[in-house]
């Protein structure tokens, strides 16, 4: 997959991207140090949800986005033991809570059109604040 993506920013000739492998529960990159971090369906895997996106908020410069694309809340069990979905989705709320908890200011969610299995695909964004930099100054 990285490697397929490397090729695709490339070819875009996209010279400010940088695409890591790693944890993402303890990514070890400095706080604040980038100005968009995509978490594109990972979550639903995850045992906590929530300290990985309190990981990737705390990777949010001022004036930066987190943009997090999973599944809304659904009840497709057979994903559990097909796929290893630990999470059947997720509560725009219960998104809206963490990005708020972890200091980011969550935009209002979008939810794409379901596919043919009834999945309907969420994006919430949340961007923390340029002026959390200007009182740190």
Known sequence: ???IA????????LEKVELRHGDIFATRLPPESADLVLVHQVLHYLADPAAA????ARLVMPGGRLLIIDFAPHQ???L???HQHRRLGFADEE??????????TPSAPIALPPDTDGLTVSIWTAARSA????RAA
Do not use: H, I, Q
């Open 1 to 3: 997959m990285l490697n």
């Open 6 to 13: 490397r090729a695709n920013v490339s070819r875009a000739g």
């Open 53 to 56: 996106v309190a990981e990737a």
């Open 76 to 78: 497709l069990e057979y």
């Open 80 to 82: 559990r033991e097909e």
């Open 95 to 104: 998104m809206r809570r963490w990005l708020a908890d972890a200091g980011l």
């Open 131 to 134: 002026r959390a930099a200007e």
